[in-house]
């Protein structure tokens, strides 16, 4: 409300997760040479998967500090906050790590038009291939 | 149904996907050292992430080939289709890639227990950390 411009203001700040340090301290993020593990995004609302991008150990405290998503850009190699260039932000409501530790998922409100820098509303915005799932018996 | 015995004939093989040689041919799996993309496997039904596991060409191939999941493990070096000890089969309905041509979603339909090999449904059974999403104006 008091932020330094009225576009700065417009969008609500995030708010930081309550978190459980046991959990957090069994993250293994050196299974990958590069400290990293793959973050899934996924939409809290619809559960479409609208991203998957890296975090190390530092990337997921700001993410979980901030309530808001933070990654590590493995070709540019820093720390980067979804939206703060194109302002669609991803607001989190909920981190879970798979049984290895290797792996998180990261419920979020995606603000915006969307999470991938094209403008669609989720990068994996192409079909490869399709099929029958089960077949009929 | 011709099958060696009753337990392999009790379950349905997979359908061969339809897909798109132009799509597969834009996938970029060399950005990783070891040619492996995360590919994150999603309930086709209610859209839970069940798992996240590594493909690398061949391993797409095999997947769209057979219509169930390959997987190529970092651990053991080796590729595994998913269920083939266990029982705990993937049945593939669609594969879809990013925008970077570096990530997969497989949607499918999951037959026996479920996804994890701790016997639960989805890998990502713990949450870290729970917050509000967007915060009340």
């Known amino acids: 409300m008091s932020g330094p411009s009225s576009e700065v203001s417009a969008v609500p700040e995030g708010v930081a997760l309550a978190f459980d340090e046991d959990l957090l301290a069994a993250m293994d993020f050196h299974k990958d040479a590069d400290g990293l593990v793959p973050a899934v995004v996924q939409d809290a609302v619809d ?5 998957v991008a890296y975090m190390d150990a530092e990337a997921l405290r700001r993410t979980l500090a901030s309530g808001r998503t933070w990654f590590y850009s493995r070709s540019r190699r820093e720390y980067w906050q979804k939206g703060e260039t194109s ?23 995606q ?27």
Chains 1, 2 share one sequence.
């Open 111 to 137: 603000h915006g038009r969307g999470a991938c820098h094209t403008g669609a509303r989720t990068c994996f915005y192409r079909t490869i291939g399709t099929g029958p799932g089960v077949p009929a018996p």
């Open 47 to 51: 559960g479409t998967v609208l991203t």
């Open 87 to 109: 302002g669609d932000r991803q607001y989190v409501r909920e981190v879970r790590m798979d049984c290895d530790g290797d792996a998180l998922v990261v419920l979020v409100d």
